[in-house]
């Protein structure tokens, strides 16, 4: 069949991220607030730091940056798993990376769905941070077994989402009327309810067990718990967001404020109350808290050697904590992050030599110019040094495990905090999202190696 009349994957990404951030807009309208204040925070650096300016328009993202989302959410079975998979497929997103975040407390393992391919995350960079209840880490089999019955009884997908998941992998894509109505259905899944699923003392017992497990079993979805756009500057935010009427989380989680920075820096603000109706219950007369609002700031990726610097970093400051990070340390903590990556070099030049991080070259108008001049500079280093290449870092796009179990737990409440025996299970994971995880090193080198071979080509060079 002729693809001639699809939308593609691409779009229908960024129609599915437009809509999705307008609905939690509407059920969450300081999410609008929050978005208000990163488009002013990232404004003002803009006007006021060109360098900054100009390194977004020449690697792309200064285009992204409006668009830029990251949502999440929290399912209960392997079958929801694996038809999310299929759903996210039809927008062009695969599942990279394997996170568990068992050891921090949280009895779930997790992927991000989001686009691979540089080109794809320019016209959307939408990705959704998926979890999977670990059933398997209740300790009261009584509970378990209703948790599991609970989850079994229910579909999160509309009969015509599913229909359209089905002929989109059938036919190869989908046209801009099946489209909308795509994007309509799929927002379902992701839509609160304020009736939940089970009674107020069914509700008592799996929040008991852990928060989290309350939030996956006792509504009907898995409703997007935040939305996150992405800031220049989240210290400015952090420090904006009480004008505003937002909370922020004592402690900001990822690596320190650099002048460079590096993976992933979040904060969030609390989650909310919400009214809630248990099925013994006629009006909503229960709470439930499990959405909040996030925003991040994105660095540089890390290659290997870059990844393993920064972890030994982070495990020495939070060692020397020797708590986790709250509101009544997170002076010191800010301070021994501070001091402990003092160590990792903050200017891109040394992350490129040292190996540190991954880069997108580019072909300078000079180095154009020159490429016909017997004497020009042939190797890598020459060429960045003659400035007839420019190298710009890549963005990371992924998660980190030990900030995203700081945001759940921020939002859980300190006391939901607990000690799993289990191991990593990533072989679990996979077979019940029905593939592999992507190894998100090898999409940063892939992309690095592409824009090499590319400068290469344009500069009628062999290799580089």
């Not at 997007?224 to 402690?251: F, S, Y």
């Amino acid at each position: 069949m002729s693809n001639q009349h699809f939308v593609s994957p691409d779009l229908i990404r960024q129609g599915f991220s437009r809509a999705m951030s307008d609905m939690y807009r509407e059920e969450v309208p300081l999410y609008g607030t929050l978005m208000a204040l990163v488009a002013q925070v990232n404004a003002q650096v803009l006007e006021q730091q060109p360098a900054i300016a100009r390194h977004l328009q020449h690697s792309g993202e200064l285009q992204r940056l409006d668009l830029e989302r990251h949502g999440a959410i929290r399912v209960g079975s392997a079958a929801e798993l694996a038809t999310l998979a299929r759903l996210f497929a039809v927008m062009g997103m695969q599942p990279v990376g394997y996170y568990d975040l068992t050891p921090a407390g949280v009895p779930v393992h997790s992927t991000a769905f989001r686009a691979v391919h540089e080109e794809a995350l320019h016209v959307s960079p939408f990705r959704v941070f998926t979890s999977l209840l670990r059933l398997e880490l209740i300790d009261n089999p009584e509970l378990r077994r209703f948790a599991e019955q609970v989850l079994a009884q229910r579909s999160i997908f509309t009969p015509k989402a599913l229909e359209l998941i089905e002929q989109a992998h059938a036919q190869g894509g989908l046209d801009e009327h099946d489209t909308q109505r795509f994007i309509q259905e799929a927002l379902e899944t992701f839509r609160w309810h304020h009736h939940a699923t089970v009674t107020a003392a069914q509700y008592a017992s799996l929040s008991a067990q852990h928060r989290l497990i309350a939030d996956v079993v006792a509504f009907k979805g898995p409703h997007i718990n935040h939305l996150t756009p992405r800031t220049l500057d989240i210290d400015e935010v952090q420090r904006l967001m009480p004008e505003h009427g937002i909370t922020p989380k004592a402690v900001i989680e990822g690596p320190p404020r650099r002048a460079c920075p590096i993976l992933l820096r979040q904060t969030s603000f609390k989650a909310l109350e919400e009214r809630v109706a248990f099925t013994d219950q006629d009006l909503p007369q229960g709470s439930h808290s499990a959405r909040f609002g996030e925003i991040e700031q994105r660095g540089a990726a890390l290659t290997p050697k870059g990844r393993a610097l920064y972890d030994r970093l982070l495990n020495a400051a939070r060692d020397a904590l020797g708590d986790f990070p709250s509101e009544s340390n997170a002076q010191r903590y800010n301070q021994l992050m501070q001091a402990h990556f003092d160590e990792f070099p903050d200017n891109h030049d040394a992350m490129r030599e040292q190996g540190l991080a991954y880069f997108r070259y580019f072909v300078s108008d000079a180095g154009l110019a020159a490429r016909h001049q017997p004497q020009r500079p042939t190797t890598l280093s020459a060429l960045l040094a003659a400035g007839h290449l420019r190298a710009e870092p890549l963005v990371y796009e992924d998660f980190l495990p030990v900030s995203a179990a700081g945001i759940f737990q921020s939002n859980l409440g300190d006391d939901s905090q607990s000690h799993y025996a289990a191991h990593s299970n990533r072989q679990a994971f996979e077979t019940a999202l029905g593939r592999a995880t992507l190894d998100e090193l090898q999409l940063y080198a892939q992309t690095q190696q592409r824009s090499l071979e590319q400068c290469a080509a344009s500069l009628g060079l062999p290799a580089l």
